[in-house]
């Protein structure tokens, strides 16, 4: 059943790892290489939504708390509050959704801020997910890269991984050194979210709503062009990694738990053919097990 997913990877030139489980059905699943563990890049961010939310149901946050995040302290990033040159002062719950909509880095490091890694280290563990860990939030990620490549400033330590005439900084892509999960632990999340056995009905309501609400629509959703389709995703990305993690529900109701890991031969900031290569991947799964 594989064949075909790894001839897509392949054809564009990555190396890829995947599940898929059909949500009434767990034991119908499509894999490829699914208990590697892999960097998660900005997948991390899901598990650090549920978290949260878990959080949030035993009354030890507040989710209409609001902090002030300043630029000269809060993430960089492309998207979001990163961008913003005044301070913000937001709710801790739209936070969450900025993280998760446009996968804003300063949102999520704010909230990873609230959560502490050793209390989300916990909740994940009573999640049942055995070979996920968050190691570090994105300016965690952005220092160690810098640290690297021995460059002061974030955007040219970036450069150098899309340089394609660059050797890339040794275990930059090895799995021990950042936040990583594997396929399997996360689809295994996002069934048990789905079907509504880790949260509280609000609290299940809310990640859903806000999965189906992210804005990037060219890698998972690109399988699956039809508007009776919904795809509820979260994206991650840095470097030659291109991932998306997400559940693709059809017009008679049946649902798909997917988590699609890619990394590509080259590292530019744009590759079309990859992303459009975790669309068709997806696509081809569903299919087989539909």
Known sequence: MSARIRAVFEDAGVRGWLHAVALDAPESTVE????????????YKLPLLAGFCRLVDLSEVD??????????????????????????TVSLRDLAVSMMTVSDNASADALLDVVGLRRLAGLLESFGLQRTWVRRGTAGNLRDLQRRTGLDDPDAALAVLADNDRTDPAGIYEAANASASTPRDLTS????????????????AFVQATMHRQVFGHRLASGFPHDAIRVAG????????????????LPDGAAFALAIFTLAAR????????????????????????
Do not use: C, N, Y
């Open 32 to 43: 490829v290489d699914a208990d590697r563990v892999v960097p998660m890049a900005s997948v």
């Open 63 to 88: 989710p209409r708390e609001r902090v002030t995040l300043d630029p000269s302290t809060r993430t960089a990033g492309p998207t979001g509050l990163s961008l913003f040159a005044d301070p913000v």
């Open 189 to 204: 999340l996002l069934r048990r979210l789905w079907a509504g056995e880790l949260l509280s009905p609000e609290q299940t």
């Open 234 to 249: 979260k994206t991650g990305t840095f470097g030659a990694l291109r991932h998306e993690v997400g559940v693709v529900t």
């Open 267 to 290: 590292g530019d900031f744009r590759q079309p053919r990859v992303d459009a290569a975790i669309g068709e991947a997806a696509r081809v799964a569903v299919d087989l097990l539909r």
